[in-house]
């Protein structure tokens, strides 16, 4: 296993994982925006994803960088604009 050591590729990586929690859990995702509780609903799969991220980038990119926490933001966060939420 070749492990990411360029930030461009941790990042895509980062956003790959989180589009699939996205695609395969859309009605969790709904939820969680809607009741504001987006992590929590979501806590198993989020861990999963993010123990998958740290298995495949190098160590010094993971603690310079925060791809993952970014790729939340702008994948799951922004996509689930959408749903009806007292958040916004």
């Given at each position: 296993?070749?492990?990411?050591?360029?930030?461009?590729?941790?990042?895509?990586?980062?956003?790959?994982?989180?589009?699939?929690?996205?695609?395969?859990?859309?009605?969790?995702?709904?939820?969680?925006?809607?009741?504001?509780?987006?992590?929590?609903?979501?806590?198993?799969?989020?861990?999963?994803?993010?123990?998958?991220?740290?298995?495949?980038?190098?160590?010094?990119?993971?603690?310079?960088?925060?791809?993952?926490?970014?790729?939340?933001?702008?994948?799951l966060?922004?996509?689930?604009?959408?749903?009806?939420?007292?958040?916004?």
């Amino acid at each position: 296993m070749r492990l990411i050591t360029k930030p461009d590729e941790a990042r895509r990586l980062a956003r790959t994982i989180l589009s699939d929690i996205l695609l395969y859990n859309q009605a969790k995702v709904k939820e969680g925006i809607e009741q504001d509780s987006l992590f929590n609903v979501l806590t198993e799969e989020l861990a999963e994803g993010k123990k998958y991220y740290e298995t495949m980038v190098d160590e010094g990119i993971r603690h310079s960088s925060n791809f993952f926490n970014e790729a939340i933001v702008d994948v799951l966060i922004k996509q689930g604009g959408k749903f009806k939420s007292e958040i916004w």
